[in-house]
């Protein structure tokens, strides 16, 4: 070992503790008897991202940074391209590792073989997002939950453990601290005029235990009858946490199962284990994640057999993110989600299906779900976000159903069937224009 600080080069997980790439990080400058230092780079843009999922991250950031001084770990911020920035701390510092944690998405991947084709010193990828890590989940791409989840399931017993404590760093780093400017402005991509957002929840790795706390022992024993409701307040409202690292999924798991084992809480485990697993081996196993041709050969060719079918109504873009649609469902939905951030689960998948049966070809649905669920999602930029829309639109993880006009083979869903389960019109009334 050549010496010099180990960097964890922080991105998906954004907390200090429960965090397997930051643990791995200080065992070895533990070890090496070396400084440990944490950097993150923000990038002007990311995918969709605006301003006000910006202030979100940087939030939270603030409170990761605080927490690791106390513990005498250095925190950066970098701004500017990975590719370049990365490797020019690295040697600024004199590094002799670097850590980073694992992230199935295209864009970061990129980012990790430009740093990696740019630096001489040992770089390792650790998964801090799954309970099992996706490599040892699955070496291959999965058909659905029914296939992963007995491989979960048999690894669970190993994986899903407690987490050893960030300690306080003995060895400090020499590298000099530069104030940070908090209030710079994150991001050149407004947030866009009909998003009428506030932060509907407070950010960080505290705010997250609290939300997690709550569900647990308020809201989670309701979970598999309400869950499916969007009037009732049945999900956890994790996702944004989940998304941006604020808390781990393992935490998650720890605490629900060492509070209950209801089938609420069964059902609540299978969503947040297996179906969010899932998600990372989608994108991790398919290139095409976000796009038709990641869609499963069923479902390709019977889009193609529909491509001429007639489609009763056709809408721009711009007419589905103004929510300026004929049905009265749909637009609550997209409502929801200009003016909170975040769109109900179950909406979720009527509002991207509805995508499809309204635009000319698979291609321009799949685009037009992910522009706005990447804009206006806080919880959005995910592996669960292309995951589900690929599940709506293309019958990803699902299988094929009876044949249809526009949808060919792929799962139906209309407002009678959401009637069925929710009374559509205080949804309708509680979002209207
Ligand atoms: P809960 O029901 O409390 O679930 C807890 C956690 O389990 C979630 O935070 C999530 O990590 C996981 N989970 C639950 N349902 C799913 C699912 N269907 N697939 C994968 N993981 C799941 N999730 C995102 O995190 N970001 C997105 O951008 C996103 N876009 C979606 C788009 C469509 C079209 C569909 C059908 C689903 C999408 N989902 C997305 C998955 C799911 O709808 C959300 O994770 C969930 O609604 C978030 O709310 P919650 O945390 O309160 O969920
Ligand atoms: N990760 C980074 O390393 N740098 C960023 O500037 C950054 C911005 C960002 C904005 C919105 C968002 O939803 C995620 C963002 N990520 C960023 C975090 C991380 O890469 C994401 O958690 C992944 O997209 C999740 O898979």
């Given at each position: 070992y050549r010496g010099g600080p180990v960097v964890y080069w922080m991105s998906r997980e954004q907390r200090v503790n429960d965090n397997w790439a930051l643990c791995f990080a200080q065992s070895e400058a533990l070890e090496k008897k070396v400084p440990l230092v944490v950097l993150f780079c923000q990038t002007p843009r990311f995918l969709d991202a605006t301003q006000q999922q910006y202030h979100f991250l940087l939030r939270g950031l603030r409170e990761v940074k605080?927490?690791?001084?106390?513990?005498?770990?250095?925190?950066?911020?970098?701004?500017?391209?990975?590719?370049?920035?990365?490797?020019?701390?690295?040697?600024?510092?004199?590094?002799?590792?670097?850590?980073?944690?694992?992230?199935?998405l295209r864009l970061t991947r990129e980012w990790k073989r430009g740093v990696a084709s740019?630096?001489?010193?040992?770089?390792?990828?650790?998964?801090?997002?799954?309970?099992?890590?996706?490599w040892i989940a699955s070496q291959k791409l999965e058909y659905g939950a029914y296939t992963l989840r007995p491989k979960l399931h048999r690894l669970l017993p190993e994986f899903l453990d407690d987490y050893p404590p960030i300690v306080k760093h003995p060895f400090t780093a020499t590298v000099p601290v530069k104030s940070i400017d908090w209030d710079r402005d994150p991001s050149p991509t407004p947030v866009p005029v009909n998003s009428t957002s506030s932060l509907v929840c407070e950010p960080g790795e505290a705010a997250a235990l609290v939300v997690l706390r709550n569900f647990i022992a308020l809201r989670m024993q309701r979970y598999d009858t309400d869950r499916n409701d969007p009037m009732l307040e049945g999900q956890s409202h994790l996702s944004p946490y989940l998304h941006f690292g604020h808390v781990s999924a393992q935490r998650v798991a720890l605490e629900v199962q060492r509070a209950s084992a209801s089938p609420s809480a069964a059902a609540f485990l299978e969503e947040l284990i297996v179906r969010r697993e899932l998600?990372?081996?989608?994108c991790l196993y398919n290139n095409a994640y976000d796009s038709f041709d990641g869609f499963p050969a069923w479902a390709q060719q019977s889009l193609n057999v529909h491509r001429k079918d007639a489609r009763t109504h056709l809408y721009t873009l711009e007419q589905f993110e103004a929510a300026e649609t004929h049905d009265a469902l749909w637009n609550a939905a997209q409502r929801e989600m200009l003016r909170t951030g975040r769109m109900h689960g179950f909406m979720r998948m009527y509002w991207a299906k509805k995508i499809l049966e309204w635009t000319a070809s698979p291609e321009e649905a799949i685009a037009i779900a992910i522009h706005l669920n990447d804009t206006y999602e806080l919880d959005?930029?995910?592996?669960?976000?292309?995951?589900?829309?690929?599940?709506?639109?293309?019958?990803?993880?699902?299988?094929?159903?009876?044949?249809?006009?526009?949808?060919?083979?792929?799962?139906?869903?209309?407002?009678?069937?959401?009637?069925?389960?929710?009374?559509?019109?205080a949804y309708c009334d509680k979002f209207r224009s």
């Open positions: 605080r927490t690791l001084e106390e513990k005498n770990i250095s925190f950066f911020l970098l701004h500017g391209e990975p590719e370049s920035r990365v490797p020019s701390f690295i040697h600024e510092c004199g590094a002799g590792m670097l850590i980073t944690d694992q992230n199935p740019r630096i001489t010193i040992p770089m390792l990828d650790i998964d801090a997002h799954n309970i099992v890590p996706v998600s990372d081996n989608f959005g930029r995910d592996p669960n976000g292309y995951a589900g829309i690929a599940w709506s639109i293309g019958g990803v993880h699902d299988r094929a159903w009876i044949e249809r006009p526009v949808y060919g083979k792929i799962r139906y869903m209309n407002a009678k069937g959401c009637a069925r389960k929710f009374d559509v019109k």
